[in-house]
C-alpha cells in the first residue's frame, strides 16, 4: 500500500550535492569542508582581494559583532585555499579539492537572491609540468555538467574578472539549448599561491566556484530560490 | 557603459554589424547587458570588467580594441581637430595658478579660456549625448561630457570669475561644508580631496562640482579641468558622500594620467568648435607624480601552459603588432611595454588573458588531467552522509532552515533583515517546520511529521554541525559527533560518496520537472467504498478519476484496505485545490457526490 511504500524524502540540495561529490570525486577530488564563520585573511586577503575592493563594503559581507575581523563567508574558496595551503605543508601536490557549503550575502532578497545559499568550489593544483590548464578546467566542468544537465550539456568560456584568477573565466553551460551562466573559475592568481605558502614559479592550477541553488533550480525548474530554506517538506519532491 | 555604435563607427568605419558586434563583445571582450534600437543606431549596454575599466569606458576606448582585435583600421580623430591658438595670459590678468597640496592628485591639467559664450550645443553633440541617455545641459558642460563617454577623461568648468585667487587641491578640513552642483550640503572629512580656490571648495575631487564656481549663462570666461585622482581616496569619499557620477567610476577604477595632454587638446578643440571667438590661455600642467614606464615579460611557453593551448611566437606577435604594443622577442621569450593605458597588465599572466580571449577562448579544448591524485576521504562528510541515511532509512524527512536568527550568542554587526544573530540550534527551526508541514500534513500524504536537519549553529567561540530530529511531540538535538557515536553500531565498513575504493552504485535523479504548490488552501475528502470479491482498487480508482474533475491536486491514493464477508473496503484520500482561488466545501461536496453516485451504479459496489 502506499503508505508503506513512501519513503522518507531528502532535500533537493542534498540530492544535487551528493551527485556534485559524486561526479567529482570520479576525476580525483577530495571533498573538503571549511568554517562558515571565516577570518577575513581565508574569506578575502589570501584570495587577493584588495583591502580597498567594494566586495568588502558593508552592504555585501554579513560582518561579526564584537569578533573584529571575522565574517560569514562569502563563497567557498575560503575552503579551498585552506586546503591547498595544507596540502602544500603536507607534500600533497598534485591535489584537487572540492567544497559544497552555504555562503551568505547581505542582500536583498528576491526570487533569485537570497542572505543564505549553496556554493560548489573546487580547486586543482600540480607543479609546472603537471601543467593543470584552462584546458583542464574545461574539461573537469564539461563532465560536471554533462553529469548534472544531461549528456547533451556543453560549457563555454567567456572573459571575466575575480582577484583570485588571472585569467579569469566566466563558465556558461548549455541547457535545452540555452546558454547559461554557472561559474567564476580561471587559473589561480600566483598572489593567493604565494599567500597559500606556494611557489608560483613551481606551482599552477585552476579555480571555480558557483551556485548550487541555481543548477537545482535551472535543472528542476523551481521557480524562488528562497523555498529552499523554509523547512518545508512540499519541496521534497526528488 | 552604454555605447552607441554610430559613435564608434566613426573611429572604426569597417566595424562588423550590430549582431556580430554583440558576440565579439561576449566571446573577447565584455558581457553585452543589453542591445537597444533606436531610430537609425544601436545601442550596447556593455558590462566593462572592473581590470579593463582603464582603458574600455569610452567610445574610443572600445574602437581601439575592437580595431586591434578585429585587425581593422582606426581614424584618429586628433589630426582633424582645430586647435586654437594659444595665448599668455592677458595684460594685466596673472597666469593660472594651480597648486597641488596632496599626493593624491597626480595630475593636474588647468587652462583659462575667456570669452565664451554659453548657449545650446550643437546637433551632433546633443544626438551624441541623446543616443547614449545622456542630457544636454550647455554647450561648455556638454563638452566636457562628451569628452568622458569619448576618450573616458572626465573633466570639469569652472566660471574663473567665480574663482578667488587661484586652484588648489587639498584634503578638506574636518567639517567644512560644500554644496554639490545639484545643491546637495555635504559636511566634509579630512580625507575628502578637494579643488578649492584660495577661499571655498568648488568641488569633491573627480566626484562632483560645486556650486560657487558653477558656469551659468552668464558665464564669460571659465577654467577647464583636465585630472587625475586616486582611486581609493576618490571611492572611499565617494561613498562617504553616497554620490555615483560618471567621474567617480573612472577615477575609482584607476586612469592613466598620460591620458590629460590628449584629453586637453580635445576639449580644446570642442569649446573652440563651439565659441569660435574664445580666447585660449596656456595650458597650466601640474604633474609631480609621472607614471613609470612598465616592462613586462613572458614567454610563449608559459602562456601555452597556462592556456592549455599550443600559441606560438608567430601568433603572440601578430596580437602584440595588432594592439601597437612595443616588445623585443628572443626565442620564445617577450618583453613587452604595454601601452600607458593599460594598468591591468602587469603580470606573465596577464598576458596569457590577454592572448587567450584574443585568439577566443573556444579554441581551449576540454581535456580530463591524467593525473592520479590520492585524495582522502573526509570523515565529517562521511559521518554526514551516515546520518543523514540513517535518518531517512527512519522516517524522518529532511530540511533545511535559516542561519539567521532573532536571538543568539553570535551577532552580525549589520544585516538587510530583522534576524541579527546567528542561531545557536536547530530545534526552534525544525519546531517550525513541523508546525508548517503539519497544516500541509493530509497534503503531503503523511500521518505524521517526522523532520532532520543537519546544520551548523554557532555558540560563543565555536562553530559546531548538529544533528536535529523530531516531531510534533519531541524534538532531539546533539552534535553530529554525538549522533554518530550513538547510532553508529553499523556505521564501521560504511562507504561514504568520495570514497575512492568503493563508489557505490551511481545515483542518478531522474529528469523530473518541480511543481509548484497551489497558494490557496486545499480541502482534503475521503471516501471508502464496499466493492465485491474480484473488485480491485484500481478499478475503484478509475471511477473516481473519471469523476473527481480537474481540482484534484493529489489522489486518489489508498489509504486503508480489509476484506469483511467476501468483499474488500478500500478506502481512498482526495486533495482538492485551485492555483487560483480558495476552493468551497460546497463544490467540493457537490465532487463527491457525483463520485458517489458514479460509484453505486455498479452493482454490488456501496459508499459506506
Known amino acids: 500500500m502506499d503508505k508503506e511504500n513512501k519513503k522518507a524524502t531528502e532535500h533537493p540540495l542534498s540530492i544535487l550535492a551528493n551527485e556534485a561529490y559524486q561526479a567529482f570525486s570520479e576525476m580525483g577530488f577530495e571533498i573538503a569542508l571549511g568554517p562558515e564563520l571565516e577570518s577575513e585573511w581565508y574569506n578575502f586577503d589570501v584570495l587577493n582581494v584588495p583591502g580597498d575592493h567594494p566586495a568588502r563594503d558593508m552592504q555585501d559581507t554579513f560582518w561579526i559583532k564584537d569578533k573584529q575581523g571575522y565574517v560569514l563567508r562569502t563563497h567557498c574558496t575560503s575552503v579551498s585555499a585552506r586546503q591547498i595551503e595544507k596540502a602544500g605543508k603536507e607534500g600533497r601536490l598534485p591535489c584537487a579539492f572540492i567544497s559544497i557549503g552555504k555562503v551568505f550575502r547581505n542582500e536583498a532578497t528576491d526570487a533569485t537572491h537570497e542572505m543564505q545559499f549553496y556554493q560548489i568550489d573546487g580547486v586543482m593544483i600540480g607543479s609546472i609540468e603537471d601543467g593543470i590548464s584552462l584546458a583542464n578546467l574545461k574539461g573537469v566542468l564539461a563532465r560536471f555538467y554533462k553529469k548534472m544537465l544531461g549528456e547533451d550539456s556543453e560549457v563555454e568560456f567567456r572573459p571575466s574578472f575575480f582577484p583570485f584568477t588571472e585569467p579569469s573565466i566566466e563558465i556558461h553551460a548549455k541547457f535545452k539549448g540555452k546558454w547559461l551562466e554557472m561559474m567564476g573559475s580561471g587559473q589561480l592568481h600566483p598572489n593567493v599561491l604565494k599567500n597559500c605558502g606556494l611557489d608560483p614559479t613551481k606551482v599552477q592550477g585552476f579555480a571555480f566556484g558557483g551556485g548550487l541553488d541555481r543548477i537545482a533550480m535551472i535543472k528542476w525548474g523551481i521557480p524562488d530560490v528562497r523555498l529552499f530554506y523554509q523547512g518545508d517538506l512540499r519541496l521534497n519532491q526528488f | ?608
Not at chain 2, 135 to 145: F, G, K, P, Y
Not at chain 2, 453 to 460: A, M, V, W, Y
Open chain 2, 1 to 608: 557603459m552604454k555605447i552607441s555604435y554610430n559613435w564608434l563607427k566613426w573611429y572604426i568605419p569597417e566595424v562588423p554589424e550590430p549582431d556580430k558586434l554583440a558576440d565579439i563583445f561576449t566571446y573577447h571582450i565584455a558581457e553585452v547587458e543589453g542591445v537597444e534600437k533606436k531610430e537609425d543606431d544601436t545601442i550596447f549596454d556593455i558590462n566593462i570588467l572592473p581590470n579593463r575599466a582603464h582603458d574600455l569606458l569610452s567610445h574610443q576606448g572600445i574602437a581601439r580594441e575592437l580595431a586591434s582585435l578585429l585587425n581593422i583600421k582606426y581614424v584618429d580623430s586628433a589630426p582633424e581637430y582645430k586647435i586654437p591658438a594659444s595665448v599668455k595670459a592677458l595684460a594685466g590678468k596673472s597666469e593660472l595658478k594651480i597648486d597641488i597640496q596632496s599626493d593624491k592628485c597626480r595630475r593636474y591639467m588647468g587652462r583659462i579660456i575667456r570669452n565664451v559664450k554659453v548657449g545650446s550645443s550643437p546637433e551632433w553633440v546633443v544626438k551624441h549625448l541623446e543616443s547614449i541617455g545622456q542630457r544636454s545641459i550647455n554647450n561648455l558642460v556638454d563638452a566636457a561630457n562628451i569628452l568622458m563617454y569619448d576618450c573616458g577623461q572626465p573633466a570639469h568648468v569652472f566660471d574663473l570669475d567665480k574663482v578667488e585667487g587661484g586652484l588648489v587641491i587639498r584634503n578638506a578640513k574636518i567639517g567644512e561644508k560644500m554644496t554639490t552642483l545639484d545643491n546637495r550640503d555635504l559636511e566634509l572629512s579630512g580625507q575628502d580631496l578637494l579643488v578649492a580656490d584660495f577661499k571655498m571648495a568648488l568641488g569633491l575631487a573627480g566626484i562632483k562640482g560645486g556650486k560657487i564656481a558653477e558656469v551659468t549663462a552668464e558665464t564669460k570666461n571659465v577654467i577647464i579641468e583636465i585630472a587625475n585622482f586616486d582611486p581609493i581616496v576618490t571611492r572611499k569619499s565617494a561613498v562617504r558622500a553616497n554620490i555615483f557620477t560618471d567621474a567617480r567610476k573612472r577615477f575609482e577604477n584607476d586612469l592613466s594620467p598620460e591620458l590629460g595632454p590628449y584629453a586637453m587638446r580635445e576639449l580644446s578643440a570642442l569649446i573652440f568648435e563651439m565659441c569660435p571667438e574664445a580666447i585660449f590661455e596656456d595650458i597650466v600642467d601640474v604633474y609631480p607624480h609621472k607614471q613609470g614606464i612598465r616592462k613586462l615579460s613572458f614567454s610563449a611557453d608559459k602562456i601555452s601552459k597556462i592556456l592549455g593551448l599550443k600559441v606560438s611566437v608567430k601568433e603572440i606577435e601578430d596580437i602584440l603588432k595588432r594592439y601597437n604594443f612595443q616588445y623585443k622577442e628572443n626565442k620564445g621569450k617577450f618583453e613587452i611595454l604595454p601601452p600607458p593605458m593599460r594598468l591591468d597588465l602587469e603580470i606573465e599572466e596577464d598576458m596569457a588573458e590577454e592572448i587567450g580571449r584574443i585568439l577566443g577562448y573556444d579554441k581551449v579544448k576540454g581535456e580530463i588531467p591524467e593525473i592520479n591524485f590520492k585524495p582522502k576521504i573526509n570523515e565529517t562528510y562521511k559521518n554526514i552522509t551516515f546520518a543523514r541515511n540513517k535518518l531517512l532509512s527512519l522516517g524522518y524527512n529532511e530540511v533545511m532552515t535559516y542561519t539567521f536568527s532573532d536571538k543568539g550568542e553570535i551577532e552580525l554587526k549589520n544585516s538587510a533583515s530583522d534576524k541579527k544573530f546567528l542561531r545557536t540550534n536547530l530545534s526552534d527551526g525544525l519546531r517550525e517546520s513541523i508546525k508548517l508541514n503539519q497544516l500541509n500534513a493530509q497534503f503531503l500524504g503523511m500521518n505524521e511529521i517526522k523532520v532532520f536537519e543537519i546544520g551548523t549553529i554557532f555558540k560563543k567561540g565555536k562553530e559546531e554541525l548538529h544533528v536535529a530530529y523530531g516531531d510534533k511531540k519531541e524534538v532531539k538535538e546533539m552534535s553530529l559527533a554525538e549522533y554518530t557515536k550513538s547510532a553508529g553500531s553499523f556505521l564501521n565498513g560504511l562507504a561514504g560518496v568520495g570514497d575512492p575504493e568503493n563508489r557505490g552504485p551511481e545515483k542518478m535523479t531522474l529528469p523530473m520537472k518541480f511543481q509548484m504548490w497551489s497558494l490557496f488552501p486545499f480541502i482534503a475528502r475521503d471516501i471508502a467504498v464496499f466493492a465485491p470479491e474480484g473488485i480491485k482498487s484500481v478499478d475503484v480508482a478509475e471511477v473516481i478519476k473519471e469523476n473527481m474533475g480537474n481540482m484534484v491536486t493529489r489522489g486518489p491514493e489508498l489509504f486503508d484496505e480489509f476484506k469483511k464477508g467476501g468483499k474488500t473496503s478500500y478506502a481512498f484520500r482526495l486533495i482538492f485545490q485551485s492555483y487560483d482561488r480558495t476552493l468551497t466545501d460546497a463544490e467540493v461536496g457537490d465532487i463527491m457526490t457525483k463520485i458517489t453516485n458514479k460509484i453505486k451504479e455498479n452493482s454490488g459496489w456501496e459508499v459506506r
